[in-house]
C-alpha cells in the first residue's frame, strides 16, 4: 500500500503531466463498463471501483447544488482532492417533464426565483452568475448539467446518474408523493420518458457518463401500485430497456426496496410475488439475467445509515448486512443463485468530528467494504442547500439550510471536518486499495 503522502505526490505528478486540452478532454479511455460476475470491469478488464460522494441535482431548483458558493470547476475540484474518482449526481424527472412541456420556468433566473421567491431568488441568481460567469440569467436546467458533466470529465471524475425523485424536493419521506411507482408524483410513463430522454443525451453530451441509477430508495405509499418484488420486476425492467436502447453502454444500477435497504431476493433468484387482494393477486416473475439485452451491465446498489446509532460489534453488524443482499459478491454462498456488482450507494453521517467514533458503524463499514470489496458512494459533498423543503414540518422550507452530513463547509470552500474525512472517507478508500 502506497504511504499518503507518496500517494498525494504521484497524484500530482500525474496532474502536473495531464494537461487537459482546450477542449473537453474525452477522458473516457476505461470506458464502457461492464460486469463479470461479481465485479464491475472497465474497457481495459480490469476492475473498476466506485469510491464516490452524491452530489445532489435534484432539489427544487433542478440544477446541481452550491454554485451560489462557488464555481463549478471549484466544486468539481473537490471530488480528486478526496481521492474520489466519481460522483453520484442526482436529478428529478420534473426537470425532463419541463423540457417535454417546453416550460418558460427551466431557465436558471425563473428555476431560482420560483424556488426562493423575488427577493432571495435574484440574490442567489446574482451570486450564481458571479461565481460561474460562463452562464446567463437564460442558461438552462440542462445547460447547467451539461457544464458540470463537461467538467467533471475535465478533471476526470465518473459520472454515475442518478434518477432520485420525480417531483423535485427532498428526498425522502414515506408518501411523499415520490416514493412508490403510481405514487401521487411517481408517473411511471414519465418516469420511462424521462430516463429515455436524459440517458440519449448523457451519452451524447457527457463525456464520463457510465452509469444510471433507475430509481433512488423505494419505499412503501398508502396510495399506489401494490408495493411488492412483482410490481418492482416489471417497472424496474422497463425502465432498465429504456436505458439500454438509449444508451446501450450504461451501467444500470437496481435499488431494493424498504429505501433500499436490501435486495437479496435477486441474487437469491427468488419467485417474485405480487399481492394478494390487489391487481397483482397471484402475479409472479423471476429475475433471470440471461434473459435481459443488458445482462452484462447489472449492478445492485444498497444504503445503509446509522439511524439507530449501532454499537453492535462489527462481526453482528455484517452479518445482519450481508444477508440484506451482499451474497450477489459471494459466489461460494450456496444460497447465491445470481452474482452481481453492488455498491453502496448512500452511507454517512454527521461530519462533527466525533461521530465517526461515537458508534460502531463507521468502523464496521469499513469493514464490511474490505471483506467484501464494493464500490461505495459517501452522502454528500454538499455544505449547504439552496432550500429544502420538508413535508409536514415547519418551517415547510428553509432557504440556505446547512448540510452538517457534507463534506464540505457551508460556503464550499472547506473541508468540514477533517478528521472525519481522515477516519472514514481514507478509509474506504484504502479498504478498496
Ligand atoms: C412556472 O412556474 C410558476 C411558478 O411556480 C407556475 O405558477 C407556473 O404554472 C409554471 N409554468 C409552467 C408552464 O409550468
Ligand atoms: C431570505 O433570506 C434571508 C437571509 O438569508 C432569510 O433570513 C429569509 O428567511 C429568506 N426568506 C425566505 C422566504 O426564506
Ligand atoms: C414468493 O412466494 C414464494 C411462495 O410462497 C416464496 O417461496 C418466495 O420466497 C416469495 N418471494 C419473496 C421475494 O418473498
Ligand atoms: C388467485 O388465486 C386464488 C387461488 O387459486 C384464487 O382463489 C383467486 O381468485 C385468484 N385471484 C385472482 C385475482 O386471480
Ligand atoms: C461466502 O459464503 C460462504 C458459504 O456460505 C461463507 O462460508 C463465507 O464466509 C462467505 N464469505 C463472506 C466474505 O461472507
Ligand atoms: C456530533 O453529533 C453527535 C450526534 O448528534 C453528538 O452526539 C455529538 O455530541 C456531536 N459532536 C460534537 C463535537 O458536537
Ligand atoms: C466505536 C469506535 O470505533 N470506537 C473507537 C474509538 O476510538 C478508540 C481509540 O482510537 C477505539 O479504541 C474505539 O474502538
Known amino acids: 500500500m502506497l504511504s499518503k503522502t507518496l500517494s498525494k505526490i504521484l ?15 474525452r477522458d473516457d479511455s476505461i470506458l464502457p463498463f461492464s460486469t463479470e ?53 442526482t436529478f428529478a424527472i420534473e426537470m425532463v417533464d419541463d423540457i417535454y412541456s417546453n416550460s418558460p420556468n427551466q431557465t436558471l433566473e425563473k428555476s431560482v426565483i420560483n424556488a426562493l421567491g423575488q ?121 432498465a430497456d429504456a436505458v439500454h436502447e438509449a444508451a446501450p453502454d450504461a451501467l444500470l444500477f437496481f435499488s431494493g426496496l424498504s429505501y433500499d435497504t436490501y435486495i437479496d431476493p435477486i441474487p437469491l433468484g427468488k419467485t417474485l410475488n405480487g399481492t394478494a387482494g390487489t391487481s397483482t393477486a397471484n402475479k409472479s416473475a423471476k429475475f433471470v439475467p440471461s434473459n435481459f439485452p443488458w445482462n452484462d451491465k447489472i449492478v445492485l446498489e444498497i444504503h445503509k445509515y446509522d439511524f439507530e446509532a449501532t454499537q453492535d460489534p462489527c462481526p453482528t453488524f455484517k452479518s445482519k448486512w450481508y444477508k440484506q443482499g451482499f451474497q450477489a459478491v459471494n459466489a461460494s454462498d450456496p444460497q447465491t443463485e445470481y452474482t452481481f456488482p453492488m455498491v453502496i450507494t448512500e452511507w454517512g453521517f454527521i461530519q462533527n468530528g466525533t461521530y465517526w467514533n461515537q458508534t460502531t458503524y463507521n468502523r464496521c463499514l469499513i469493514e464490511m467494504v474490505e471483506d467484501y470489496q464494493v464500490g461505495w458512494m459517501q452522502w ?3 455544505g449547504s442547500f439552496y432550500l429544502q423543503t420538508r413535508l409536514g414540518r415547519t418551517p415547510a422550507t428553509i432557504q440556505g439550510l446547512e448540510e452538517f452530513w457534507g463534506l464540505l463547509n457551508y460556503n464550499w470552500n472547506d473541508v468540514r471536518s477533517p478528521v472525519t474525512v481522515e477516519n472514514s472517507l481514507d478509509k474506504l478508500i484504502q479498504a478498496l486499495d
Not at 11 to 25: D, H, M
Request: hydrophobic share 40%; proline share 4%.
Open 119 to 239: 427577493e432571495n431568488g435574484t440574490i442567489v441568481l446574482q451570486q450564481i452568475l458571479d461565481n460561474n460567469p460562463e452562464f446567463t440569467k437564460e442558461t438552462t436546467r440542462l445547460e447547467v448539467f451539461d457544464a458540470v458533466a463537461k467538467e467533471l470529465a475535465n478533471q476526470g471524475v465518473i459520472v454515475h446518474l442518478d434518477n432520485h425523485v420525480s417531483k423535485a424536493f427532498w428526498c425522502c419521506g414515506e408518501n411523499d408523493g415520490n416514493g412508490w411507482f403510481g405514487e401521487k408524483y411517481f408517473d411511471v410513463e414519465n418516469w420511462i420518458r424521462g430516463w429515455s430522454f436524459i440517458a440519449k443525451h448523457a451519452k451524447e453530451n457527457w463525456p464520463t457518463f457510465a452509469s444510471a441509477g433507475l430509481r433512488n430508495e423505494l419505499r412503501n405509499a398508502a396510495s399506489a401500485e401494490p408495493v411488492d418484488w412483482y410490481t418492482w420486476y416489471v417497472h424496474m425492467t422497463a425502465a
Open 37 to 89: 460476475g461479481r465485479d464491475i470491469v472497465d474497457s481495459n478488464g480490469n476492475v473498476f471501483q466506485y469510491k464516490a460522494t452524491n452530489w445532489p441535482g435534484h432539489q427544487e431548483i433542478m440544477i446541481p447544488e452550491g454554485l451560489q458558493h462557488a464555481s463549478v470547476a471549484d466544486i468539481v475540484s473537490w471530488i480528486p482532492k478526496f481521492g474520489l474518482n466519481s460522483v453520484r449526481l
Open 380 to 382: 454528500e459533498l454538499s
Open 11 to 25: 497524484l500530482f505528478v500525474s496532474i502536473a503531466y495531464a494537461i487537459p486540452s482546450p477542449k473537453t478532454r
